[in-house]
């Protein structure tokens, strides 16, 4: 591999930025990798000589992070010296002054294409003990000014002044497009009529030339535009001078801006009043003239009708909708698009002539069918900006204005065919009940899992016997306003009966994703209500949660025990929530008819075989997956196992049902392995019962020939809380499953008694950590430092180590750091029914495709 330049980053937008702005600065030998262990696959084998011109590696996380992955690419063959210039992520947690020492120089990630080459070439010029044998220059850069490619061709905003005068010397092309004021009317200005700092004297600022950014506002042909403004030393046509780059706020000329604009857009709920804040947004922000949305015929009106216009002249007759061409034209499904020309329609549209409009966009609205639901056109007497920018932004707002478009229609309908509630504009009881169906069968076909919320105000009768029916009204639009703000657009809320309200979280991966819904729900409802007359009023609620397929497959169950959830959240005290779960009571007190009932639910076809993967834990990629059986009652719902496992032992029928999910998850992992050429260890649980059996080797052996499964993919997990010598045969079966190839796990480690013993006596090659100490990694010492001791003691003994329970990256952290092999739990991935999980393995053979061919 000959000499060349080594870029690594993570994101592969960014390392796709890096390589392009090398590439078109005419370097051809140019590395991508996506961390330090994949670059040193990269430089494998490689001479150490001639060394690596350059290195460049994006930094996020914290300032830990990048001093360790600084050392580790230092230590890659060739990189010794090599200069190393830093990335700054958006999601970094440090600032430069927290880099290494031996850093040539750092540039923030959106500036990539304006930055690189210039700070590299400046750091490689000959100063004090910095002074290298420059790299070959590319024609591109063969300039004596090093910054004159970023200067011509970047879209930054550049002014060169004079060191002592303060006055501009010249302006990059870029300053001419934005500011609307031609590059020759810029030179010999004081740079106090350009520039206006807020909070520091522009003196200040040019003295110390620190490349810190500084509010401002820059002189522009509307008076100013805001931003900020960074400046540093350069040499120019060989005398000192100043650069100065400003950034604008405005979102026509900067993506971060444009995306401020949209999320503030988006942010905004429902209704008229929502249409025109976004509209007057849209307008403000990106400088517009005129902006209107219109309404396409609906339910047999003559012609559109206006929902919103905005113009910043002054009145004029408009011209009727019918006279408009390029209206007709944008509700006829036609896009136009002018930056600067739009004067070329205004002898076919009187609207543009009367306007006098430079820059014009007119964008359909669609429903999700395609359908022209309207249109929106947007204009500008002096032209567009950045049309990389405008149009995307244009069009995202057209999706929102006719996403509220849609909806407001929807609500109508819903009215008049008595769908919606009149008094908050949600989906009546009737209406939800019609949607919940639905996202039943689209979660059944796709494999998705979602949560059912069913919430009641807390003492609600009180505020309408005390305050009157029109306070309790404005409480419950209050309170829809509050429950719409804290879920996502796929989601569903309705009001469902006088005070009570269901909510459909959709597309669920981890329980977590739910409770974080429902706490931000309990932390809105307390923030204090406040009636029209003044009156302070605190309302909470009380919630309870289902999910779907684990606690019922069906509308009317879901709902049910949403409700039971909701009921147990009010007996706690109120101002709550609940998952919804059968109690040990119910269990006991109805265990004969859950005993009749289980022994017909194999033959029924009413137990389920969910997976859940455990994944590597330095890569995170799945290496097996552990199969747990659910029961799903026809009606209590899903049944914990946690509450049926013991009656199947009690009755004896867990040999049969144990052998059903052996071999139901055998044949299914053999299935995978054909379709994806994973070999994924299978663990599958085997309690006391099954182990006593003196058949049980005959019966994996069977399961293992009919269904094709390698042995050694086979892992049978005992929990630790079997005891040896209670258990006949135990040792025995386990040793022949173990000769048979099988390996053998010890589950729930660190609960029972006899931990060493099973180490000692029993052919483990891997052991669970339970995870009621995982859980408690970041809260309890003590449960620490068992962890840590559990994983030392276990590869000592040359057994491998798996941690249950891992929900948060803490857990995540803290194992990876003491050496814990592999990880199961909520933080990647929920239990799985089998279609979700085919879907997982899916997307992972995509993402290995995709990385293939970036590799290529």
């Known amino acids: 591999m000959n000499s060349g330049i080594l870029v690594v980053a993570a994101q592969r937008e960014l390392r796709r930025n890096l390589f392009d702005a090398l590439d078109q600065a005419g370097y051809p030998q140019i590395y991508s990798a996506r961390d330090v262990p994949h670059a040193a696959i990269l430089l494998e084998g490689r001479p150490p000589l001639p060394p690596l011109?350059?290195?460049?590696?994006?930094?996020?996380?914290?300032?830990?992070?990048?001093?360790?992955?600084?050392?580790?690419?230092?230590?890659?063959?060739?990189?010794?010296?090599?200069?190393?210039?830093?990335?700054?992520?958006?999601?970094?947690?440090?600032?430069?002054?927290?880099?290494?020492?031996?850093?040539?120089?750092?540039?923030?990630?959106?500036?990539?294409?304006?930055?690189?080459?210039?700070?590299?070439?400046?750091?490689?010029?000959?100063?004090?003990?910095?002074?290298?044998?420059?790299?070959?220059?590319?024609?591109?850069?063969?300039?004596?000014d090093g910054y004159r490619f970023t200067f011509e061709e970047g879209d930054g905003e550049w002014l060169i002044a004079d060191a002592q005068s303060g006055r501009l010397l010249e302006v990059s092309p870029t300053v001419g497009r934005h500011s609307r004021i031609h590059v020759d009317q810029w030179q010999g200005l004081p740079l106090a009529q350009v520039l206006r700092f807020e909070g520091i004297a522009i003196s200040q600022v040019l003295a110390e030339a620190n490349r810190n950014w500084y509010p401002c506002q820059r002189k522009s042909a509307q008076g100013a535009d805001t931003g900020q403004a960074s400046v540093r030393r350069i040499r120019h046509a060989g005398r000192d001078a100043l650069a100065l780059m400003f950034r604008s706020d405005r979102a026509d000329?900067?993506?971060?801006?444009?995306?401020?604009?949209?999320?503030?857009?988006?942010?905004?709920?429902?209704?008229?009043?929502?249409?025109?804040?976004?509209g007057r947004l849209l307008f403000d922000e990106l400088g517009l003239d005129y902006l209107a949305v219109w309404s396409a015929r609906h339910e047999g009106a003559e012609a559109p009708n206006q929902m919103l216009q905005l113009w910043s002249g002054e009145d004029v007759a408009w011209p009727p909708a019918q006279l408009q061409s390029s209206l007709q034209l944008v509700l006829a499904g036609k896009s136009i698009l002018y930056r600067t020309d739009a004067k070329r329609l205004a002898p076919i549209d009187p609207l543009l002539q009367q306007l006098e409009l430079a820059g014009f966009a007119g964008l359909p609205l669609y429903d999700e069918r395609h359908t022209v639901l309207g249109a929106m056109l947007a204009g500008t007497r002096r032209g567009f900006g950045e049309m990389s920018i405008i149009e995307p932004v244009l069009r995202c707002a057209v999706a929102r204005f006719a996403q509220m478009l849609e909806l407001g229609r929807t609500r109508e309908q819903g009215r008049a065919e008595g769908l919606v509630d009149a008094l908050t504009g949600l989906p009546n009881r009737l209406l939800f009940n019609d949607r919940l169906e639905t996202i039943i069968r689209e979660a059944t076909r796709n494999g998705e899992c979602f949560a059912v919320l069913f919430v009641d105000l807390d003492r609600f009768k009180a505020i309408n016997d005390t305050y009157g029916h029109a306070a309790g009204d404005q409480v419950l639009r209050t309170v829809t306003q509050r429950l719409c703000g804290s879920i996502r657009a796929s989601d569903t809320v309705a009001r469902y009966a006088g005070d009570e309200?269901?909510?459909?979280?959709?597309?669920?991966?981890?329980?977590?994703?739910?409770?974080?819904?429902?706490?931000?729900?309990?932390?809105?409802?307390?923030?204090?209500?406040?009636?029209?007359?003044?009156t302070e009023l605190q309302v909470t609620a009380s919630m309870g949660l289902s999910f779907f397929p684990d606690d019922a497959g069906d509308a009317a169950t879901l709902l049910k025990h949403a409700d039971e959830a909701m009921y147990a959240a009010k007996h706690q005290g109120r101002n709550t929530f609940q998952i919804y779960e059968i109690s040990p009571e119910y269990a006991q007190q109805h265990g004969m008819a859950l005993k009749t009932r289980l022994r017909h639910a194999e033959g029924n076809g009413e137990l389920r075989v969910v997976y859940q993967p455990q994944?590597?834990?330095?890569?995170?990629?799945?290496?097996?997956?552990?199969?747990?059986?659910?029961?799903?009652h026809p009606e209590l719902g899903m049944i914990s196992p946690a509450v049926f496992i013991p009656l199947a032992e009690e009755t004896g029928?867990?040999?049969?049902?144990?052998?059903?999910?052996?071999?139901?998850?055998?044949?299914?992992?053999?299935?995978?392995?054909?379709?994806?050429?994973?070999?994924?260890?299978?663990?599958?649980?085997?309690?006391?019962?099954?182990?006593?059996?003196?058949q049980l080797l005959d019966t994996v052996a069977a399961v293992l020939r009919d269904t094709g499964l390698d042995p050694t993919l086979l892992e049978m997990e005992v929990t630790e809380s079997i005891s040896i010598k209670e258990a006949p045969n135990l040792v025995e079966n386990l040793n022949a499953l173990h000769r048979l190839g099988c390996h053998i796990a010890i589950d729930d480690f660190g609960t029972g008694a006899a931990s060493l013993d099973y180490l000692r006596r029993l052919p483990a090659d891997r052991i669970k950590i339970d995870q009621s100490f995982v859980r408690n990694i970041g809260v309890d010492p003590d449960d620490e430092a068992i962890v840590r001791a559990t994983i030392e003691m276990a590869h000592r003994l040359n057994r491998a180590v798996v941690a249950e329970g891992v929900e948060i990256e803490q857990h995540l952290q803290f194992l990876r750091t003491n050496g814990c092999d592999e990880l199961q739990g909520y933080l990647f991935c929920r239990p799985l029914p089998p279609v979700s999980f085919d879907k997982l393995l899916a997307e992972r053979q995509r993402l290995l495709e995709g990385r293939a061919a970036e590799l290529a």
């Open 501 to 534: 309200f269901t909510i459909v979280l959709r597309h669920i991966v981890k329980n977590d994703d739910v409770m974080r819904v429902a706490e931000k729900i309990v932390q809105v409802m307390e923030t204090p209500l406040y009636l029209e007359d003044g």
């Open 253 to 278: 000329l900067r993506a971060e801006a444009a995306l401020s604009l949209l999320s503030r857009i988006f942010a905004s709920t429902s209704g008229v009043d929502a249409q025109t804040a976004a």
């Open 615 to 632: 994944v590597n834990t330095e890569t995170e990629d799945i290496v097996g997956m552990e199969a747990l059986v659910r029961w799903e």
């Open 53 to 144: 011109q350059l290195l460049v590696i994006v930094l996020a996380g914290d300032a830990q992070q990048a001093r360790h992955a600084c050392e580790q690419l230092r230590h890659l063959p060739g990189a010794a010296e090599t200069p190393l210039i830093v990335v700054l992520a958006d999601e970094a947690t440090f600032g430069p002054a927290d880099l290494p020492p031996g850093i040539a120089d750092w540039l923030s990630a959106w500036n990539i294409s304006d930055e690189l080459i210039p700070r590299w070439r400046r750091s490689l010029a000959p100063e004090g003990t910095r002074a290298r044998v420059l790299p070959p220059v590319p024609e591109a850069m063969a300039e004596p």
């Open 653 to 694: 029928l867990i040999v049969s049902i144990g052998e059903w999910v052996m071999r139901t998850a055998c044949r299914q992992a053999k299935e995978w392995e054909q379709r994806y050429g994973l070999r994924l260890r299978l663990g599958v649980n085997l309690s006391a019962v099954q182990l006593m059996e003196p």
